[in-house]
């Protein structure tokens, strides 16, 4: 279902009890609401939780912003290693909003929230800028944004550039396929050919490849939240793997270290991604997270 949020549409998956404890999902850069793994949801929602997944603005379902055309993502490359201002146009910032929105189109006071990547930056908005609707909080292989943290490795950065070889959906899976074998977990490799059907029926879902880029522009031109991130009080769950290649895991030991009372959850051989055989070990994480707002 779509719903009416800042001013845009929001494509909206809603699971689980009415009446449970609602758990809200935010993915990352230019992915749809159904990379969250349907057995995730199934073993939240066996838990008692109710469980939302979004699509954000400008990937998936959700509204396009396609009247604001298409970046150049060399130019802003170029101006954000001269420490120049990047200009983008819409922020992280109005994605959190896009966020509470759909809180209030589902008649939601607060919710447990979890944001993998890019989402655990739209988290960290959502989280100190909006505390009351925020009881618990999970950000998973994401990152305050600050310059001293390490960056992708040269590899990640070339393989996030790269085009697909045509416009049809097997180059664009063929495309896809190269990065999750740059970014994927090492130690929890996927089977090529269920990751294949995988991103092959995501692609027929929706591929929006100028709104992955404005997506992009809207993360180089947030800066860095590690002043926002220490006023978060909410309980906060810090997940990363120690094999992240696009995210490093001194990123997510910065998390823990800035945010009062965080806990972290390091994983050898995790890449970035959600390899099945983690995810109920990530939902207990969750739960145990959920009880200590409490």
């Given at each position: 279902?779509?719903?009416?949020?800042?001013?845009?549409?929001?494509?909206?998956?809603?699971?689980?009890?009415?009446?449970?404890?609602?758990?809200?999902?935010?993915?990352?850069?230019?992915m749809?609401?159904?990379?969250?793994?349907?057995?995730?949801?199934?073993?939240?929602?066996?838990?008692?939780?109710?469980?939302l997944?979004?699509?954000?603005?400008?990937?998936?379902?959700?509204?396009?912003?396609?009247?604001?055309?298409?970046?150049?993502?060399?130019?802003?490359?170029?101006?954000f290693?001269m420490?120049?201002?990047?200009?983008?146009?819409?922020g992280?910032?109005?994605?959190a909003?896009?966020?509470?929105?759909?809180?209030d189109?589902?008649?939601?006071?607060?919710?447990?929230?979890?944001?993998?990547?890019m989402?655990?930056m739209?988290a960290?908005?959502?989280?100190?800028?909006?505390?009351?609707?925020?009881?618990?909080?999970?950000l998973?292989?994401?990152?305050?944004?600050?310059?001293?943290?390490?960056?992708?490795?040269?590899?990640?950065?070339?393989?996030?550039?790269?085009?697909?070889?045509?416009?049809?959906?097997?180059?664009?899976?063929a495309?896809?396929?190269?990065?999750?074998?740059?970014?994927?977990?090492?130690?929890?490799?996927?089977?090529p050919?269920?990751?294949?059907?995988r991103?092959?029926?995501?692609?027929r879902?929706?591929?929006?490849?100028?709104?992955?880029?404005?997506?992009?522009?809207?993360?180089?031109?947030?800066?860095?939240?590690?002043?926002?991130?220490?006023?978060?009080?909410?309980?906060?769950?810090?997940?990363?793997?120690?094999?992240?290649?696009?995210?490093?895991?001194?990123?997510?030991?910065?998390?823990?270290?800035r945010?009062?009372?965080?806990?972290g959850?390091?994983?050898?051989?995790?890449?970035?991604?959600?390899p099945?055989?983690?995810?109920?070990?990530?939902?207990?994480?969750?739960?145990?997270?959920?009880?200590?707002?409490?």
């Amino acid at each position: 279902m779509r719903v009416q949020s800042n001013g845009i549409e929001i494509e909206v998956d809603d699971q689980g009890p009415p009446g449970g404890e609602p758990v809200l999902l935010v993915m990352g850069l230019g992915m749809q609401l159904v990379a969250w793994p349907d057995a995730l949801v199934r073993d939240l929602v066996g838990r008692g939780f109710r469980v939302l997944r979004i699509d954000n603005r400008d990937a998936g379902l959700s509204t396009q912003m396609d009247a604001a055309g298409v970046p150049s993502v060399a130019w802003a490359a170029l101006r954000f290693a001269m420490h120049l201002p990047v200009r983008s146009p819409y922020g992280l910032a109005d994605m959190a909003a896009d966020t509470v929105g759909v809180l209030d189109a589902l008649g939601l006071r607060a919710v447990h929230l979890w944001g993998a990547s890019m989402g655990g930056m739209i988290a960290q908005h959502v989280a100190a800028r909006y505390p009351e609707r925020v009881r618990s909080l999970t950000l998973m292989m994401t990152t305050t944004g600050a310059r001293r943290l390490p960056q992708p490795r040269p590899a990640v950065r070339r393989a996030l550039l790269t085009r697909p070889a045509g416009q049809d959906e097997a180059a664009i899976v063929a495309h896809l396929m190269k990065l999750w074998g740059v970014i994927g977990s090492p130690g929890f490799p996927p089977d090529p050919e269920v990751l294949r059907a995988r991103l092959a029926a995501t692609v027929r879902r929706a591929w929006r490849p100028a709104g992955t880029m404005r997506q992009l522009l809207a993360i180089a031109a947030d800066g860095d939240r590690s002043a926002l991130v220490a006023g978060i009080r909410a309980p906060t769950r810090v997940i990363h793997g120690e094999a992240d290649a696009l995210v490093p895991a001194a990123c997510g030991h910065d998390l823990v270290a800035r945010i009062p009372g965080a806990v972290g959850d390091f994983v050898a051989g995790m890449g970035h991604d959600l390899p099945d055989p983690l995810l109920a070990r990530f939902a207990d994480g969750l739960a145990e997270n959920a009880a200590r707002a409490t």
